[in-house]
């Protein structure tokens, strides 16, 4: 009696510290990577205050679904969620689907059979079973919470599926309503499942970007931090038509250069490199090189800079805004945009309430009004009116189990 009654104490408390883990873990675990860089408020011009009303603002690249968070409200964690987007005068934002990355993750080398960390992760956020061994499913559950924060809050949030939804967005911003929308896409194409149909079912549950790596090579190719160096494999190519012909936007941030090759050479529409920096400006191993960049924007695609100092080596909004000067020199002025890796593990210097900080840094720096709302947003609004499809394919959306 005396043993079971120490095994039912022992049970108990293993159970409240389970119990625990689940309720305090991932908003612990999510402070200390998505930080926001101390600094003072910062002083904002009248003229850049004036000029940051009248800006369509837009950014790449927000891992946001990765987290236990409410993203229809104000967190004290984190860079990204609707309150701060209307703070900050954003209208859109992509929001991109971490499914896996290899433990000790760096920008060097990373093997493909390295511990994953997500899955550790989405059974501390206490996700359904079926996303624990999916990646697909992953992915899946990611896009049902902004499928669910459209129907929640459909004057806050929209869900951007078609050309015409954005063009509906928009018009309603101009109008003075409150609402901002967000874009699904993926951080890499591991999230396939090595399944081409599921490139058709991610883009029925909303997936409009994607991007082929992340940290390391997949069956598609080698990526930029990857062993093999490779281009795109046979796979790689088919993925590449597949998704294509859905109209789906190609991403080739942490493609290995050699993908990013192939990939121009086969493309029939531009590319999107999603949050990145530019090598001649910082030296990084994140960074692919000038010359790869000069290719992409030829091409018609978008170059959009980050906000962590991997990818600008100087993690300030005026070392942000040098690394733009740096690619509107480069590439042009209709080829960059805002991609800053919010919420993906990074320390920023600003969160999305605090975007016109960019707005007075770049008036600092004599840019023009037409260069800061193309930056800005722009570039981006452009794009996505090109290539978003005209209408949805038989969406799909569901609670994940």
Same mark, same amino acid.
């Given at each position: 009696m005396k043993r079971l009654r120490t095994g039912l104490i022992i049970f108990g408390i293993l159970l409240i510290l389970v119990i625990l883990a689940l309720a305090l873990g991932p908003a612990k675990l999510e402070k200390g990577m998505n930080k926001v860089l101390p600094h003072a408020p910062y002083q904002i011009s009248d003229r850049a205050r004036e000029l940051h009303k009248t800006?369509?603002?837009? *950014?790449?690249?927000?891992? !946001?679904?990765?987290?236990k968070r409410d993203l229809l409200s104000r967190s004290d964690r984190g860079h990204v969620d609707v309150p701060r987007m209307r703070e900050g005068n954003q209208a859109v +934002?992509?929001?991109?689907?971490?499914?896996?990355?290899p433990s000790g993750q760096n920008y060097d080398k990373n093997s493909s059979?390295?511990?994953?960390?997500?899955? =550790?992760?989405?059974?501390?956020?206490?996700?359904?079973? #079926?996303?624990?061994?999916?990646?697909?499913?992953? %992915?899946?559950?990611? %896009?049902d919470k902004l499928h669910a924060m459209a129907l929640e809050?459909?004057?806050?949030?929209a869900l951007i599926l078609t050309a015409k939804?954005?063009?509906?967005?928009?018009?309603?911003?101009?109008?003075?309503?409150?609402?901002?929308?967000?874009?699904?896409g993926t951080e890499g194409s591991h999230a396939l499942d090595g399944e081409l149909d599921n490139i058709d079912k991610l883009y029925h549950f909303g997936f409009r970007m994607m991007s082929l790596q992340h940290f390391f090579?997949?069956?598609?190719? @080698?990526?930029?931090?990857?062993? #093999?160096?490779?281009?795109?494999?046979?796979?790689?190519?088919? =993925?590449? *038509?597949?998704? +294509? %012909?859905?109209?789906?936007m190609i991403d080739v941030s942490h493609s290995a250069p050699q993908v990013v090759e192939d990939v121009l050479a086969r493309s029939k529409a531009p590319l999107i490199v999603s949050h990145t920096g530019f090598y001649g400006y910082c030296q990084s191993p994140?960074?692919? !090189?000038?010359?790869?960049?000069?290719?992409?924007?030829? @091409?018609?695609?978008?170059?959009?800079?980050?906000?962590? *100092?991997?990818?600008?080596?100087? =993690?300030?909004?005026s070392g942000i805004v040098a690394a733009i000067r740096y690619g509107i020199d480069l590439v042009g002025e209709d080829r960059v945009a805002l991609g800053s890796d919010y919420d993906g593990s990074i320390a920023a210097p600003f969160d999305s309430s605090e975007l016109r900080v960019l707005t007075h840094e770049m008036l600092k720096a004599d840019f023009t009004e037409t260069e800061i709302r193309k930056v800005m947003g722009g570039?981006?609004?452009?794009?996505?009116?090109?290539?978003?499809?005209?209408? #949805?394919?038989?969406?799909?959306?569901g609670k994940v189990n």
């Open positions: 800006l369509v603002i837009g *950014d790449w690249h927000s891992d !946001s679904t990765l987290w +934002q992509m929001f991109t689907s971490v499914t896996k990355s059979d390295a511990r994953d960390n997500i899955t =550790a992760l989405v059974m501390l956020q206490a996700w359904p079973p #079926s996303t624990w061994t999916s990646l697909t499913m992953r %992915a899946i559950y990611q %896009a809050a459909p004057n806050e949030f939804d954005l063009e509906s967005l928009l018009a309603r911003r101009a109008a003075g309503e409150h609402i901002v929308g967000g874009l699904l090579d997949n069956k598609l190719g @080698g990526s930029l931090h990857g062993e #093999s160096g490779e281009g795109l494999t046979e796979f790689g190519r088919q =993925a590449v *038509d597949r998704m +294509q %012909a859905l109209g789906i994140r960074n692919i !090189s000038d010359e790869l960049m000069q290719k992409i924007a030829q @091409g018609g695609g978008i170059i959009a800079v980050g906000y962590w *100092d991997g990818a600008v080596c100087d =993690a300030t909004p570039n981006m609004m452009r794009y996505l009116a090109e290539n978003l499809p005209d209408e #949805s394919k038989g969406m799909i959306h």
